[in-house]
């Protein structure tokens, strides 16, 4: 059926126009005034009828009756072609005539005689208006969505005019043919003409780029901008240099409303409308400027109550369109129905009991435990009816209790002596404290908590196999013997070739690392508390503090004589200083002497003197400048020395708590200084306090900083070891808790990834503590091994370890007079 067919039929009410009352109009001129426009759309309807009987696989063209303006002399016309047409429009007038009960010639169909006819057969002079080319709501009368009541009311303004043209002529004139095509006209809404031309801008037109959402600058780098549907590239578009540009947009008059569309890579020239629509919205306004934001609201519901509420709400589109789902379950269950499997069961009987755990599986049943109620508290001696007598009050404490709040008394009832249990009266308060004891029962019901069970080894970080983690001391390779008293302190030389030995028995040993042979004996006066090899290695000296002295001693035969000559020429340059700085320098409480004969052929080549016994000696990693620690009185006083110019300061005026260690920073000009509760560094170019770590310990008692300088170790006499990481923060990264006394002293390896504590318990612990460049991984620690060997004597156990500064050995001296080494 086509389109035309279903005009038809839906219009057909429209076809048999009934007479208004009292009105008088022609035989020829009320029958083809009323049925003009129904002859017309049926006149359009048969066209199209022709073209689907000819060719039902071609589009549907748009017909049109074209009707010619009154200046061109022509009559009334169905279309430009002369295809006979106008021959089919006369036979239709004439079977609506018929229709009618009216006689219709051919030769006055019109109303007038047959010589006013043109070729065509129409009259001559007829027009509708003279604007013919607007006629496009003719072309669209089958599409369109006019009711009946819209062609009824066109049908009651032509027969208004059928009256007066009766009235007058007694048949249809041009002049009321006019006016009954305008009201017509005035009734329907026109809308603009389309012009289907290839050009035009449609929503089927495929666009040139189909890359989607993906954007255009990944494409930058290519020759395309995307795939078509057939996955062939779409190769990009010539461009324009900023030249070609410039002139462009010189000779373009229309430069100003071209944009760059980058997503097809074209130039799209913008209309008026665009262009308004553009300046609109910079204005500030509606993109529209037809739209009314102030328009009349749309009432669909009344505030008024009626009686039959209505409502002006369209109707939605499920009132009149049937659900296809809707009707598949209603078929679905008329199918059941018909099979009788669709019976309706009665309602089973409901029964008097419900059992709530029938449909529970016998797994899933908990069964709950009975859980007692928490016993009272028994009564104590002063509940008895006879209480001792400390439990009676005195009248000051019983009128105190009269006096105390009801809930702030610490027991709620007055101890009583009575002589004997018949004498006891009952508790006045029995009622009162079962209640409460009830009501504590039913607020706060029991619950009974259930340990979850966790595997304490899944809690442990799981941490690599020492195996792994080789190569670290293990075991005893060379036990070094010949001290009398405890050896205090420890010093390896930078090849590692020797060892340095302090002891209470006031001498300094030189060892040789391999063979464990004594090479050379230095004895003072006082008891050597420290000693320390020079870290640089193009110098051959150390520093050992005995008593209140510091003495610069250069072995004889461990080095060539260059090394020997460039280390005297260092310690004997000072001797020469007699500038400003060196005299203020003297005014201190340092004095830099020359050593006596004696001492010379022991190698020592300098003295210098404090007021007070020295506790300490740290070498800056330059080899130039040295730090001491030394009492004067109840007060600790730290001094910077150097070597070459013989000079001493002290840095800092006053310092807060008893000072236990100093310490140069390995890479930084930092210098730390331990107290007893807190590490303070400093920085020496600026003056300043840079930080203070808070190792939360009780009384530190050693501090080592890591080659790279980023992380510190410290031991304290807690029986702790504790890292910090200077980038991480002021508190502690690890705190290590693995010996049972107190920590005497910690250090780094300068090769390896290994530190190690010692401890007064006579055990000596390594530790894998590797650190990485990324700064966002934290540093490992790992627990490697504890080295048992050396005996404590009385309280003290192991009292010093170095590492080797190229093989992963570690030096130990202790209170047993030993130094043992570890490989």
């Known amino acids: 059926m086509g389109l035309s067919t279903v005009a038809a039929k839906k219009r057909a009410p429209t076809a048999s126009l009934p007479k208004k009352a009292g009105t008088t109009r022609g035989p020829i001129a009320g029958t083809r005034q009323k049925a003009l426009p129904l002859l017309k759309r049926r006149h359009n309807d048969s066209l199209r009828d022709q073209v689907d009987d000819d060719d039902d696989n071609e589009a549907i063209p748009q017909l049109s009756l074209d009707m010619p303006s009154e200046s061109e002399g022509e009559g009334l016309a169905s279309s430009d072609d002369d295809d006979g047409s106008g021959q089919d429009f006369d036979n239709l007038l004439k079977k609506m005539a018929e229709d009618q009960g009216v006689g219709l010639d051919s030769d006055d169909a019109y109303g007038n005689e047959s010589d006013d006819r043109d070729d065509d057969g129409y009259i001559e002079g007829d027009s509708l208006d003279e604007e013919s080319d607007n006629d496009d709501s003719y072309e669209e009368l089958d599409d369109s969505e006019d009711t009946d009541e819209e062609y009824e009311g066109q049908d009651a303004v032509s027969e208004k005019t059928d009256v007066a043209s009766d009235a007058e002529h007694g048949y249809l004139t041009k002049h009321s043919f006019n006016q009954d095509i305008e009201a017509w006209k005035k009734e329907r809404r026109e809308l603009s003409a389309i012009e289907p031309v290839y050009d035009s801008d449609t929503s089927t037109e495929e666009t040139q780029n189909t890359t989607g959402n993906v954007p255009i600058e990944w494409y930058a780098d290519y020759p395309h901008i995307g795939y078509d549907i057939d996955g062939k590239k779409v190769l990009k578009p010539l461009t324009k240099d900023e030249l070609d540009k410039f002139l462009s947009n010189a000779d373009d008059p229309d430069s100003f409303r071209t944009v760059r569309d980058e997503l097809h890579q074209r130039e799209v020239r913008l209309t008026d409308e665009e262009v308004e629509i553009i300046k609109r919205i910079q204005a500030g306004q509606f993109p529209d400027a037809e739209y009314n934001p102030y328009e009349p609201t749309v009432e669909w519901f009344t505030s008024q109550k009626m009686v039959t509420p209505l409502t002006g709400a369209p109707e939605p589109k499920s009132r009149f369109i049937p659900s296809k789902w809707e009707h598949k379950m209603v078929m679905k269950l008329v199918r059941a129905i018909r099979k009788n499997k669709l019976v309706k069961k009665p309602p089973p009987e409901k029964p008097l009991f419900y059992d709530i755990w029938a449909d529970a599986k016998e797994d899933e049943v908990v069964e709950r435990s009975r859980l007692p109620a928490p016993k009272m508290r028994l009564p104590d001696n002063s509940e008895s009816y006879n209480p001792p007598r400390e439990y009676l009050l005195s009248a000051e404490e019983e009128k105190e209790w009269l006096e105390t709040d009801p809930d702030d008394r610490k027991r709620n009832y007055l101890p009583r002596a009575y002589p004997s249990l018949r004498q006891v009266p009952a508790y006045d308060r029995f009622i009162q404290e079962r209640f409460q004891r009830m009501l504590d029962l039913y607020v706060a019901p029991r619950v009974e908590k259930k340990r979850v069970d966790v595997d304490m080894q899944s809690l442990i970080p799981k941490l690599p196999d020492p195996r792994d983690l080789m190569p670290f001391p293990t075991a005893q390779a060379q036990v070094y013997l010949g001290h009398e008293g405890r050896v205090r302190g420890i010093s390896v030389d930078p090849s590692g070739l020797w060892l340095l030995s302090c002891s209470d028995d006031k001498t300094v040993r030189l060892w040789e690392v391999v063979t464990g042979r004594c090479a050379q004996i230095w004895r003072f006066d006082d008891v050597v508390q420290s000693v320390e090899w020079n870290p640089d290695k193009d110098l051959c000296m150390f520093l050992a503090a005995a008593g209140s002295s510091v003495y610069a001693v250069v072995p004889r035969g461990l080095c060539d004589e260059d090394r020997q000559t460039i280390t005297e020429q260092l310690i004997k340059g000072g001797f020469g200083n007699t500038d400003k700085e060196a005299a203020e320098a003297k005014a201190t409480t340092a004095s830099w002497d020359a050593p006596a004969t004696s001492q010379v052929d022991e190698g020592i080549q300098l003295v210098l003197r404090l007021d007070g016994a020295v ?182 156990g192991v009292l010093d370890c170095v590492f080797h500064p190229t093989q992963p050995w570690l030096f130990s001296a202790g209170a047993d007079k030993t130094v043992r080494l570890w490989t």
């Not at 310092?655 to 020496?684: A, C, D, E, M, S």
Request: aromatic share 10%; glycine share 4%.
């Open 615 to 796: 506790k300490e000696l740290t070498w800056h990693r330059r080899g130039n400048y040295f730090s001491t620690m030394h009492k004067t009185g109840s007060s600790t006083v730290v001094m910077i020395h150097q070597l070459s110019k013989h000079q001493s300061q002290v840095p800092f005026r006053k310092l807060k708590g008893i000072v236990q260690r100093t310490q140069f920073h390995t890479t930084k000009p930092w210098f730390i200084v331990v107290t007893q509760r807190y590490v303070r560094i400093y920085n020496l170019m600026q003056q300043e306090l840079v930080k203070t770590l808070d190792p939360s310990a009780k009384w530190i008692s050693s501090v080592d900083v890591h080659p790279q300088g980023d992380n510190i170790i410290v031991g304290t006499y807690d029986k702790k070891v504790v890292w910090f990481d200077l980038d991480l923060s002021t508190k502690p990264y690890k705190s290590i808790r693995y010996h049972s006394q107190a920590v005497r002293q910690v250090h780094y390896s300068r090769r390896f990834p290994l530190f190690a504590s010692c401890s007064d318990d006579g055990t000596i612990q390594v530790f894998h503590g590797m650190v990485y460049q990324d700064m966002m991984q934290n540093p490992l620690i790992v627990p490697l091994k504890i080295l048992r060997g050396h005996e404590t004597v009385g309280p003290l």
